[in-house]
């Protein structure tokens, strides 16, 4: 049964979900506005404003998506963007939990951490020659697409290079 509270390393988090049912709960009178501030081919920024009955801004949250950071990203950074920054602006308004962070940004940044590109650096670092090293760079940037992790294989790679 999805509880809308997940456990990520020993602490609870709640999904974006689950923080607007209970704020409409909570509140359902008020609003929950997004708006994007930026928009173009590498990147989604938007603002999300919560306000009350009156109108007036209880709170506010930002989020930022680069398209290239994810599978998910390339077809859906609007929409991940949205409830990146509707969760954040919820925890301002005091719907979040023990954490500010929401569960939709703390899988989101475990999952941008990809232990196969440290792999691949770790095996760039541990080349022997300039010929090893010729090897496992050309498998890694055919392995790999996202620029930061090309980025950071370019690194390693010219690291290793100088030492060789």
């Known amino acids: 049964m999805n509880?809308?509270?997940?456990?990520?390393?020993?602490?609870?988090?709640?999904?974006?979900?689950?923080?607007?049912?209970q704020f409409r709960e909570a509140h359902p009178d008020w609003s929950i506005?997004?708006?994007v501030v930026h928009r173009d081919a590498d990147e989604v920024v938007m603002v999300c404003s919560i306000l009350n009955e009156q109108g007036r801004v209880i709170a506010t949250g930002h989020a930022e998506e680069k398209r290239k950071a994810s599978q998910i990203n390339?077809?859906?950074?609007?929409?991940n963007c949205e409830t990146s920054a509707i969760?954040?602006?919820?925890?301002?308004a005091g719907f979040g939990g023990s954490e500010f962070a929401s569960a939709n940004e703390v899988q989101n940044a475990i999952q941008q951490q990809?232990?196969?590109?440290?792999?691949?650096?770790?095996?760039?670092k541990e080349a022997g020659s300039m010929e090893a090293l010729k090897?496992?760079?050309?498998?890694?940037?055919?392995?790999?697409?996202?620029?930061?992790?090309?980025?950071?294989?370019?690194a390693a790679k010219d690291a290793r290079k100088a030492e060789l």
Not at 74 to 79: D, K
Not at 87 to 92: C, E, I, V
Not at 135 to 154: G, H, P
Request: net charge positive; aromatic share 4%; glycine share 6%.
């Open 135 to 154: 090897i496992v760079y050309t498998a890694a940037i055919r392995q790999f697409k996202s620029e930061s992790d090309l980025a950071k294989i370019n």
């Open 114 to 124: 990809n232990p196969a590109v440290d792999k691949a650096i770790n095996a760039i």
């Open 74 to 79: 390339s077809t859906s950074a609007l929409e």
């Open 87 to 92: 969760g954040r602006a919820l925890a301002g």
């Open 3 to 21: 509880t809308g509270i997940i456990k990520i390393h020993g602490k609870e988090y709640m999904t974006v979900a689950l923080r607007v049912q």
């Open 33 to 35: 506005i997004t708006q």
